[in-house]
């Protein structure tokens, strides 16, 4: 599956931004995906996941009650909602695909390994 990430930008602190994935070649409903972001000089890290069947889902702890993910199974897309944003929120952004063709429609995954696909970043920087 390819993955093509698009939305980010530069938003003041308290701000809010959308990033969408979109995604080709294989059928979308089979994934979990997930989003991820790396800041410089850090690790990637996992920032939030949802099923394939899009009814669970999973955020790192920093970005709860903040940050929204939800697909879209008809259009192939899986978005980020990211309100309330905070400088720390700076990184690039990336959505990555997990094959659960075989497996429960409710399960979700933070961890990095579980990801099959990966598409290219899309930068969200905040300002203070």
């Known amino acids: 599956v390819q993955l093509q990430a698009s939305g980010g930008g530069l938003v003041q602190a308290g701000g809010s931004l959308r990033v969408s994935c979109a995604a080709s070649g294989r059928p979308f409903s089979n994934y979990i995906m997930g989003w991820f972001r790396q800041a410089p000089g850090k690790e990637r890290e996992f920032v939030a996941a949802?099923?394939?069947?899009?009814?669970?889902?999973r955020y790192e702890d920093s970005v709860k009650d903040r940050f929204t993910i939800y697909r879209d199974n008809a259009k192939n897309k899986v978005y980020l909602q990211m309100d309330s944003l905070k400088p720390e929120d700076t990184a690039v952004y990336s959505c990555?695909?997990?094959?659960?063709?075989?497996?429960?429609?409710?399960?979700?995954?933070?961890?990095?390994?579980?990801?099959?696909?990966w598409g290219q970043g899309t930068q969200v920087t905040v300002s203070s």
């Open positions: 990555a695909a997990a094959d659960n063709t075989a497996g429960s429609g409710s399960f979700v995954s933070a961890s990095l390994r579980q990801y099959d696909y």
């Open positions: 949802i099923s394939k069947n899009g009814g669970d889902t």
